[in-house]
């Protein structure tokens, strides 16, 4: 009886932690420009190669542009410098196409199309995850995603000479990364019922 009983616990242990495995994905973020105006969504989701992201953005000058993750879920404009620098967590150094890098956080170039748009294109940031772990883009309270202005170079240190940071989105698990409305007073509160 001992038996079944320790058999019969281990396999409620095992469905329930089975259950307790969050979806993470996918993720839905919104992208500003460093006015604080909307740009569109980036749209996160586990991929076998890591974390595939799919764009769908306005209002961007045409033609290629960097694109990495970042360390914090952090989007002050008008610079976004508060994202920190590239998500690295094994020390390497910049640049896909560098013998010793890359980060995590970096990514192959994106192209605006002639109007300035990036429709259903798809990047993918290799080796990372959206599950816990050590290259978790959701680790502590999570990442930020960059375009930068120009191209990545894939070389050069610390950010491939891309230029400034033109767009920012915040990679956390939050149930919204948009910006909070002003609530109505009239709604709430004593003077509802006058």
Do not use: W
């Not at 320790?6 to 996918?26: G, H, K, M, N, Y």
């Not at 799919?54 to 990495?68: A, Q």
């Not at 360390?71 to 410098?81: A, L, S």
């Amino acid at each position: 009886m001992k038996k079944f009983l320790a058999i019969l616990f281990i396999i409620f242990l095992i469905v329930l932690t089975a259950c307790q495995d969050e979806s993470r994905t996918p993720i839905e973020i919104d992208m500003y420009n460093p006015d604080g105006d909307s740009l569109g969504k980036a749209t996160l989701a586990e991929d076998p190669k890591g974390v595939k992201i799919t764009l769908n953005l306005s209002g961007l000058n045409p033609g290629l542009h960097g694109i990495h993750v970042h360390e914090y879920p952090k989007c002050e404009g008008p610079d976004f410098k508060s994202a920190g620098n590239h998500l690295n967590p094994d020390s390497k150094l910049h640049g896909l196409m560098h013998p010793e890098g890359p980060h995590l956080g970096d990514m192959p170039n994106i192209e605006a199309d002639p109007d300035g748009k990036l429709s259903d294109v798809e990047v993918t940031v290799q080796e990372a995850t959206l599950k816990d772990g050590k290259n978790s883009l959701l680790k502590g309270e999570g990442t930020s995603l960059i375009i930068t202005e120009n191209q990545d170079d894939g070389i050069t240190q610390p950010g491939g000479n891309s230029g400034n940071r033109i767009a920012c989105g915040q990679i956390t698990l939050e149930e919204s990364n948009e910006k909070e409305t002003p609530s109505n007073p009239a709604d709430d509160g004593p003077q509802k019922d006058k």
